[in-house]
């Protein structure tokens, strides 16, 4: 019998989350670095046991999908270096076990939606290099956030 795989790390020349991926309901984590992705499908939002969801350096990427907001699990979202995207999905607001938001390296991205006030467990906020970010801290009231930065130019 074969092991369910907990987590994948796809790299490279990737334009589309492969349908194995989003089978694997029971993941816990999923990485994908440099690649050539222009968005994330709606079924990542069937992947309700990840707990870690990392893309690094994916700068076609533009937006999330609205289905973001059934990962209740997920603890880290890292966005470092995804310089083409420009907003997140208020539904963002759902993921209320999230403790660690990164957005480095995400020039482009503004205005953060309101409902990020919602993640009452965050503890650490990343925004360097958010250059189009207007005082996003104003935003944001998480009494557990303790780390972190805000933006550097």
């Known amino acids: 019998m074969y092991a369910t795989p907990t987590t994948a790390s796809l790299t490279d020349s990737i334009t589309v989350v492969p349908d194995t991926i989003v089978c694997l309901t029971a993941i816990t984590s999923l990485e994908l670095k ?4 222009t968005s994330i499908r709606a079924e ?6 990840l707990t870690s969801l990392r893309l690094t350096n994916c700068e076609h990427i533009t937006s999330l999908p609205a289905e973001i907001g059934n990962l209740t699990a997920l603890k880290t979202l890292s966005l470092i270096n995804c ?9 963002i607001g759902k993921l209320t076990a999230l403790t660690e938001l990164d957005l480095c390296g995400c ?6 939606p309101r409902e990020i006030g919602n ?5 650490n906020l990343r925004l360097d290099h958010c250059h189009s970010l207007v ?3 104003d ?3 998480c009494q557990s956030l303790n780390g972190g930065s805000a933006y550097s130019n």
Do not use: K, R, W
Request: with cysteine; charged share 5%.
């Open 139 to 141: 935003l944001i009231d």
């Open 83 to 91: 310089q083409s995207l420009t907003s997140l999905p208020p539904e």
């Open 44 to 49: 990542i939002g069937n992947l309700t046991s």
């Open 135 to 137: 005082a996003p801290l």
């Open 107 to 112: 020039p482009h991205i503004a205005p953060l």
């Open 34 to 37: 440099c690649c050539y992705l």
């Open 119 to 123: 993640l009452t467990a965050l503890t």
